[in-house]
C-alpha cells in the first residue's frame, strides 16, 4: 500500500505519472520497445527531449536566451559546473551561505573560483538577511545563493537583485512551485529528484551570452555550449530521467501551470504551520517570513518521543517524516505531488501524538 511520502529525495511522485510510466514499461507507443530500450538517437528519445524543452521553456518563462539543459551529476556536479563555464581561471564570485546546501555549494565552487561568502548565517540558519546588507564582492561574475534550503527550511521570498550581476539560483527543491522572474537569473538549476522525477540528473537554465567567458578547460559533460548543441547528449543520457521528467512536466502543465501549484503549495504550508504554531505541542523555529513551503522541519518537545512518532507514524499511512541529522526533529517534505490530504493526514497523526502524550 502507497503511504503519503514525506521524503526529502528521492520523494514522492503522482501515482498518475508511476501509472502512465508502468503502461509503457514492455512498449513505449508503438515503438516496439521499452523507452528505456530505445537509442537516445531514436525519434522517440530525441521527440521527448524537444518536448522537455518546450514545457521548460513555456512553465518557467525562459526564453531562446537561455540553453535548457538536463546534466549528469545531480546539482552537486553544477556547484562545480557553474563556475567552470562561467569564470575565468582566477575569476571572482559571490555566494550567500543560508544552510547546508549552500554551505556545500560554497566548498565545491571554491575549487573553481575565487569564492567570497556574501552572508552566512550558520550555525542556526534560521532566517535570510536583507539582501541590501550582503558583501558582494567587486568583479563578482555571478551572486550564487540556494533559494530553499531543503534541510533547514528556509526560503527566500523573492529573488534578490544586485545591480544586474547574474543570479546563480540552485532550486533543487522549489522549481516549479511558483512562478520565478527570471530576469536578472543567469543559472538556475534544480536535480531532479524533488519536483521532477527521480534522481541522477540536473536540470539547468543558463543564458546564453555568459557561456563565452570561460576560456578554460571544461569536461564535454558540463560544457553548456557544448550540451546545448548536443540535446544533452555528450554522453548517452539517463533516458529513464528523460522519460519521467517528461511525464512530470506534463502533470504540472496538465495541472495548470506554476501559478496553480504555488496556490496548492501554499494551502499545504499555510495548514502545517499553523497547527504547529498553535498546537502549544510542536515547534519550528525558522523566522516566519522565510519558512519554506516546501520543506517544513520541526521538533517535539523532547528528542526521546521521536523514535516513537516516527514508527507510529508509518503505521498511520506516513512515510519519510524523520527530520536530517544536521538539524534534528522531524520534517515534512510537501512539495508539487504531495497532495493536501497527505498534510492533512499528518495533522490529523500529529493532533492524535500530542493528546496522547501532551
Ligand atoms: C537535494 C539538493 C541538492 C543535491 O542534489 P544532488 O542530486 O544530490 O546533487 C542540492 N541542493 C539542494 C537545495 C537540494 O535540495
Known sequence: MRKYNFYPGPSTLPAEVLEAYGEEL????????????????SDEVLGCHERIVAMVRELLGAGEDYHVLLLPGGAIGQYAAIPMNLVAEGGKASLAITGHWSAIASSEMAKFCELHTAVDTRPECRTIPDPSSWDVADGSEFVAFVDNETIHGVEFQRFPSFGGVPLVVDQSSNILSRPVDLSD??????C????LG??????VIVREDLCDRRGRAVPSVWDYPKQASNQSMANTPPTFQFRMAELMLHWVKDRGGVERMAAANE?????????IDSSGYYSNKVDPKFRSRMNVPFFLPEPAQEAEFVSGAFDAGILGIKGHRAVGGMRASIYNAMPQEGVDALVSYMKDFAEKHG
Open 198 to 203: 527521480p534522481s541522477g540528473l540536473a536540470f
Open 192 to 195: 531532479l529528484q524533488k519536483n
Open 185 to 190: 537569473v543567469g543559472v538556475l538549476f534544480a
Open 26 to 41: 514492455l512498449e513505449y507507443q508503438g515503438s516496439g520497445a521499452s523507452f528505456i530500450e530505445l537509442s537516445h538517437r
Open 267 to 275: 494551502a499545504k504550508a499555510k495548514a502545517l504551520y499553523d497547527y
